[in-house]
């Protein structure tokens, strides 16, 4: 059973930064693309940032290139996101997730353009963000 826990969310101040984290077990992670998504109240889940198995392709939504970097430790099931220069409206539950198929059948770029609604994916339970004004 594959098991995916995210942390490190909270309140922050608009300009401030947070890094999430989110770990994986029961899969040979480096195997897996990984991919941050994110919905805000009122809104539909959408892709923030996904990563090859090997950490070496990423993929960003417009909204955040430049401001967020994602990356992954392999050998600790680890993968992070880095969030600087937060706004109001990053404010969101942040999801990690794990693309359903290895990398070579399922890349991050795959994993983030279609994989924002895909319930086969392995989801996290989420982890909150709020940036205040």
């Known amino acids: 059973q594959v098991q995916v826990v995210e942390s490190g969310g909270g309140l922050v101040e608009a300009g401030g930064s947070l890094r999430l984290s989110c770990t994986a077990s029961?899969?040979?992670?480096?195997?897996?693309?990984m991919g941050w998504f994110r919905q805000a109240p009122g809104k539909e889940r959408e892709s923030v940032s996904c990563?090859?198995?090997?950490?070496?392709?990423?993929y960003y939504a417009d909204s955040v290139k430049g401001r967020f970097t994602i990356s992954r430790d392999n050998a600790n099931n680890t993968l992070y996101l880095q969030m600087n220069s937060l706004k109001p409206e990053d404010t969101a539950m942040y999801f990690c997730?794990?693309?359903?198929?290895?990398?070579?059948?399922?890349?991050?770029?795959?994993?983030?353009?279609?994989?924002?609604?895909?319930?086969?994916?392995?989801w996290g339970q989420g982890t909150q963000v709020t940036v205040s004004s």
């Open positions: 029961a899969l040979f992670f480096d195997d897996y693309a």
């Open positions: 990563i090859s198995g090997s950490g070496s392709k990423t």
């Open positions: 997730a794990a693309a359903p198929f290895t990398a070579n059948v399922y890349n991050e770029y795959d994993l983030c353009v279609t994989g924002a609604n895909r319930e086969s994916n392995y």
